[in-house]
């Protein structure tokens, strides 16, 4: 395909688009899936054919609509609407007219207005398993700027110019990344995009490749011609299966088109990319284990530096970019870094994309500026604690992270604020707790996850996660004392201080972070051997002593 | 072996092909890939060990998996893996002696909003609750 076949086939399918009476969108992201929406989509196929619409009303299968909670969706072009817990029974109505009036979800709800889409734009709206649609939402175009007007150089600037940071969790600055894997001297490089979202509750990544799976290519394709590599490599998770075929699904479309692959746009620039199934290892999202994974080994993490952008796998310099990092390169490149750099705050460019889930109302995912307030997220667009509890705490960063009290709630959502509050961005997971969770109890769940997540290779984070367990589980049954705490505190700053890698660094924060907002819980377990959310059961005392016997 | 050329760094995608055709992998296949793909026989175990995906032994005819994310895991997954066990009579990652039912906690699957969830023989199953699994235990005739 050439530059001007690109926009050809744009004006077409949007003029194709155009002239269709409806399309109907039923949402088949995983999550959707589940409640039945597969059928549902058949159901209306069935009604069109039915109804003789056939020509003028279509229906598409399309990424996640962010609504989770009112799982599965369907939208219909003709009025712009959303429906939310639809059934096979409404597929005659929403073919017919407008579809069932009782289950449409207000546009103005704050959930869809308080939002700010950029790499969620397309999710909900194309067919990912379409390119065409992709290619009628401007897709492609920053790929084909990219390759005819614009030097390496001139790319790497624009992103540096950008601002935008790693939405892996640590925001290091993507445009010097890009930099330094260019200067190397070594003529072969590689691009890898981290899709090894293994934090519980996030599922971003998830989304965003299961919703428009061409974006985050696109994203590669450009990044590999800012850094001179010819070879990308997708690591996603196995467990994402959904995610995986429709990856590999875009991935032979794009080919085919000469979208990647060799001479791109009749461009001497050649790109190919090939997909990486994880195979269950937390510690993977780790750079050095996911290069370790790539190559066919365990994937344990080694020492840094030498960092991957000198030199990663097989040795030879390696950019390792987030999944949401390289689905917001077409945009920047498409509207340029001035259009993104003013969305955000001064250290924080653009938008994020968080995961809702636990205790709230709207489960779901969305995207929201920088610097957006907690309390904004987490009331305004999720809507609040159901059923009147009152919030607890929100966990963002999963076992890397920390928990936020309700004090904190106005703290505005960038890298800066959130490490001043003792917990970290994250890849964008948020999960809202109320008062029948255990804070104790929050901190031994992840601790226990890590302690079957550490590879074993260093020591500190081998033993350390155990011991620290250990204490944790103790405190739960009303076990331990005031030394044991002291312990943990002492445990925790040897793990962050002698860990390798980031696992085990990190592994303490859900710890120091409960200890610091939710002291009074374990002084609770400990002294009165109580458990406010009543989570945690507490042998009498006699029976510990027989236990001890 | 042969789509990747007999190359040792394609240890893994070969290992997720062979327990997809075979279930899981047994001694026999492992010592097979590692001729092969002219690898040691313990870089092969080593990396199938490494890995949660991997199975040694073999699954039971239906499979529950609860998933132990932190959405779910405040919802209660719990209280379901306690249940799947109990009825079950094996722990999380076994299978039933009678080689009916495995049961296994399983990592985040990224469904969030239908916590809590559990994957029944590869289908998600969203908003589980303790009697529903009971039932589908009945149903398939577990005692």
Redesign the interface.
């Known amino acids: 395909m050439t530059q001007e076949e690109l926009f050809e086939a744009q004006e077409r399918e949007q003029q194709r688009q155009a002239g269709l009476e409806n399309r109907i969108y039923c949402c088949t992201a995983a999550g959707c899936v589940s409640c039945g929406s597969e059928t549902l989509r058949q159901a209306i196929a069935d009604q069109i054919k039915a109804q003789g619409k056939e020509g003028k009303v279509e229906v598409c299968g399309t990424g996640c609509m962010g609504l989770c909670s009112r799982a599965p969706l369907v939208r219909t072009s003709s009025n712009g609407m959303i429906y939310g817990g639809v059934t096979p029974e409404d597929a005659e109505s929403l073919v017919a007219a407008g579809g069932p009036a009782d289950k449409r979800i207000d546009p103005q709800m704050p959930f869809f207005v308080r939002q700010h889409k950029v790499v969620l734009a397309n999710s909900g709206y194309v067919d990912p398993e379409r390119l065409l649609d992709y290619i009628a939402c401007d897709g492609y175009q920053a790929l084909a700027k990219a390759l005819s007007d614009m030097t390496p150089q001139e790319v790497i600037a624009e992103v540096k110019a950008s601002g935008l940071r790693g939405r892996g969790g640590a925001g290091y600055p993507t445009g010097l990344k890009w930099e330094l894997v260019a200067k190397q001297p070594a003529p072969v490089r590689y691009v890898v995009c981290n899709g090894d979202e293994g934090d519980p509750g996030a599922f971003m990544d998830r989304s965003m490749l299961e919703g428009d799976p061409h974006r985050v290519l696109e994203g590669m394709a450009i990044a590999g011609y800012a850094v001179g590599a010819q070879q990308g490599y997708i690591y996603v998770r196995g467990e994402y299966g959904l995610a995986i075929r429709r990856l590999q699904a875009a991935v032979k479309q794009a080919e085919r088109e000469r979208l990647l692959g060799s001479h791109i746009f009749e461009n001497s620039f050649g790109f190919r990319i090939d997909l990486r199934i994880g195979a269950g290892a937390f510690v993977c999202g780790e750079e050095t284990a996911l290069v370790a994974s790539i190559e066919g080994r365990r994937g344990n993490p080694r020492q840094r530096p030498p960092y991957p952008p000198e030199s990663g796998l097989w040795g030879k310099p390696t950019l390792i970019n987030n999944v949401e990092t390289f689905a917001n390169i077409p945009d920047i490149i498409r509207r340029g870094s001035a259009w993104f750099a003013g969305i955000g705050t001064a250290e924080s460019k653009g938008t994020k994309v968080f995961a809702l889930a636990g205790k709230i109302a709207n489960t779901g995912l969305i995207e929201v500026p920088m610097g957006t307030s907690l309390r904004s997220i987490l009331f305004e667009i999720g809507g609040g604690v159901p059923g009147g509890a009152a919030f607890k705490a929100a966990q963002t960063g999963g076992p890397s992270g920390g928990c936020i009290p309700a004090e904190h709630l106005d703290t505005p959502v960038d890298y800066e604020s959130l490490a001043a509050i003792g917990s970290i961005m994250g890849s964008g997971g948020l999960i809202v707790m109320d008062e029948s969770s255990c804070m104790v109890d929050v901190a031994r769940f992840f601790m226990d996850f890590c302690v079957d997540e550490s590879c074993g290779k260093c020591v500190p984070c081998r033993a350390g996660t155990v011991e620290m367990h250990d204490v944790l589980l103790r405190i739960t049954r009303g076990e331990a004392t005031e030394a044991d705490v002291a312990m943990l505190e002492e445990l925790a700053v040897l793990l962050r201080e002698a860990s390798l890698c980031g696992l085990g660094q990190t592994a303490p924060n859900p710890v120091v972070s409960t200890l610091r907002y939710f002291r009074r819980e374990y002084e609770e377990h400990m002294r009165e051997r109580r458990c406010a959310a009543g989570r945690c059961r507490f042998e009498s005392a006699a029976q510990v002593q027989g236990g001890a016997q | 072996m042969s789509r990747h050329n007999y190359a040792?760094?394609?240890?893994?995608?070969v290992?997720?092909t062979a327990q997809e055709l075979y279930g899981f992998l047994s001694p026999d296949l492992l010592k097979t890939i590692a001729r092969k793909l002219r690898l040691p026989p313990s870089?092969v175990l080593?990396?199938v060990t490494?890995?949660?995906?991997?199975s040694l032994a073999p699954k039971g005819e239906h499979s529950f998996s609860v998933c132990?994310?932190?959405?779910c895991?405040?919802?209660g997954a719990h209280e379901l893996l306690e249940t799947l066990e109990h009825r079950c009579g094996c722990k999380a990652g076994e299978t039933s002696a009678d080689g009916k039912v495995s049961v296994s906690g399983?990592?985040?699957?990224?469904?969030?909003?239908?916590?809590p969830?559990v994957i029944r023989d590869g289908?998600?199953?969203?908003h589980v609750t303790r009697d529903q699994l009971n039932a589908e235990l009945d149903q398939i005739g577990v005692a």
């Open positions: 040792g760094d394609a240890l893994i995608e290992l997720h870089r080593g990396v490494f890995y949660h995906f991997f132990m994310g932190t959405a895991y405040v919802a399983v990592r985040c699957i990224g469904s969030c909003g239908l916590a969830a289908k998600i199953m969203a």
